[in-house]
């Protein structure tokens, strides 16, 4: 339940209008007809951080750091998951995971990477062991890719005061960790994927393997944090935030998981007003796809940063092309089933919305007033939708739920009244019909109504 009054409502706002104007003058200007397009960064009401997707089942689940509103530092409490089926309209799946999570840390929930095996999810997480204040590597697991996640061994699985781990299991069934910053280390981990079956050994940071960064007699290669090991037509790559400060991302690649490593370049520039940067690579669906994170929201720098997606494709050697930050996005890598049950938390761009905890499970899109709205992108209507459903909930006197084409205020394909049903957890289902939602479209979900928040939605869908 929320209390009257929510205390980022007032900044998160203001955000997104903000962030709407800005990209709408800095991004839509050239673009010359068609809706406004704007689905970077990947989500728009919290800021997110330290990207680490994984594709399991047919879908992409993201995990990604969560930057505090006003954060002065990497003041990171709790991590977050989000899904996609086409790579533009994203699914909030909330906070399954945080620095309570593991009873001997005591803050700082920075990057981490989840990986699947035989059905059971380990995310492998640095944090702050209370014990010895030096940066540890925690380990949740869950038999969800959503979780909730529990601590998986009760203590560190490693401990040497380094950060950001990394983990692939190769073809051969091994499973490695890699983490460090200022070092690259590297063990084998057992196949229960809690314990190590090497002891920790540093990864040889050479200029070959790893570039020449100049001015920096410590730290002469240009390895800086956050590797990202992974396997692809035989060649291991890892893609690492480069150089410090500002940094780039960087990739080398090598015959074995240990190397040699022979550096390859850039990934990404230095670029979007964050100070760090952090890569997650991985085919979905037919492309390739980078994600990062830089400082794009309002409000949004090195300590309130967000996680946003490039499509790129290999080079001919297997190298990755060099990619910039985009506003726009990739494209849709699959279309939206509007006739199946969609969550009220899937979204592309989000303005002015919240989520919330649902009590009828997952989250709940909520703190919606007039003129609030989420778009959905590229959903497949084929022959036409006859009415919607949705499930609504306020503890006020509610409002109107609009279906919108074009943009957020342009044609309405359907009104449907959110009545107030006593309790922002109590839940009713509403139905209208609609109208002219043929062929595969963006529909804008759009609150209307006095001042005030209205209604939250769990869920809608479409009869066709
Ligand atoms: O998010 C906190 C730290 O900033 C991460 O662990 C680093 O990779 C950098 O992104």
Not at 17 to 23: D, M, P, R, Y
Not at 120 to 125: A, D, L, S, T
Not at 137 to 162: C, K, M, Y
Not at 389 to 401: D, K, Q, Y
Request: hydrophobic share 35%; charged share 15%.
């Amino acid at each position: 339940m929320r209390a009257t009054t929510h205390p980022t409502r007032r900044t998160r706002s203001g955000l997104v209008a903000l962030v709407v104007l800005a990209l709408a003058v800095t991004a839509f200007s050239a673009v010359t007809a068609g809706p406004a397009r704007a689905d970077n960064p990947v989500v728009q009401h919290v800021y997110t951080a330290d990207p680490a997707p994984l594709v399991h089942s047919g879908r992409l689940y993201l995990y990604t750091g969560h930057d505090e509103d006003g954060s002065t530092y990497f003041t990171m409490k709790e991590w977050r998951v989000w899904s996609t089926t086409d790579m533009v309209n994203w699914t909030d799946h909330g906070s399954p995971m945080n620095v309570g999570t593991f009873a001997w840390a005591s803050k700082d929930a920075w990057a981490g990477q989840a990986v699947e095996r035989n059905g059971r999810f380990y995310w492998y997480v640095p944090v702050v062991n209370r014990a010895t204040g030096r940066m540890a590597i925690g380990v949740g697991v869950s038999d969800s890719p959503t979780g909730p996640f529990r601590d998986a061994i009760g203590r560190p699985l490693a401990e040497n005061g380094e950060i950001d781990p990394s983990v692939f299991i190769d073809d051969d069934g091994q499973a490695h960790l890699y983490w460090g910053n200022p070092n690259l280390w590297h063990a084998r981990l057992n196949p229960d994927m809690v314990s190590l079956a090497s002891a920790p050994a540093q990864i040889p940071l050479t200029t070959a393997g790893y570039g020449a960064r100049t001015g920096n007699a410590q730290r002469p290669t240009l390895y800086e944090e956050g590797p990202w090991v992974y396997k692809r037509g035989g060649l291991y790559y890892n893609v690492f935030a480069a150089q410090c400060c500002s940094e780039f991302l960087a990739h080398s690649t090598a015959p074995t998981p240990t190397g040699p490593w022979t550096y390859r370049g850039v990934v990404m520039p230095t670029q979007g007003s964050s100070f760090t940067n952090h890569a997650g690579v991985i085919d979905y669906k037919g492309g390739s796809y980078l994600f990062y994170h830089n400082g794009a929201l309002p409000g949004g720098g090195g300590y309130t940063r967000s996680v946003a997606v490039e499509r790129f494709t290999y080079n001919a050697d297997g190298t990755i092309p060099r990619t910039g930050m985009s506003t726009s996005g990739p494209p849709p890598a699959d279309t939206l089933n509007p006739y199946a049950r969609q969550e009220g938390e899937t979204i592309a761009w989000g303005s002015g919305v919240e989520t919330e905890v649902s009590g009828e499970g997952g989250m709940n899109l909520s703190h919606l007033e007039n003129g609030d709205h989420v778009k959905v992108r590229s959903l497949a209507f084929g022959a036409g939708a006859r009415t919607f459903t949705a499930r609504v909930a306020s503890a006020t006197s509610g409002g109107a739920l609009e279906l919108r084409t074009d943009g957020p205020t342009g044609p309405v394909a359907g009104r449907c009244t959110a009545p107030g049903t006593g309790g922002w957890q109590t839940w009713t289902t509403v139905s209208c019909s609609v109208s002219g939602l043929t062929g595969t479209r963006d529909l804008y979900l759009r609150a209307a109504g006095g001042s005030g928040y209205l209604f939250n939605v769990d869920w809608w869908r479409f009869t066709a």
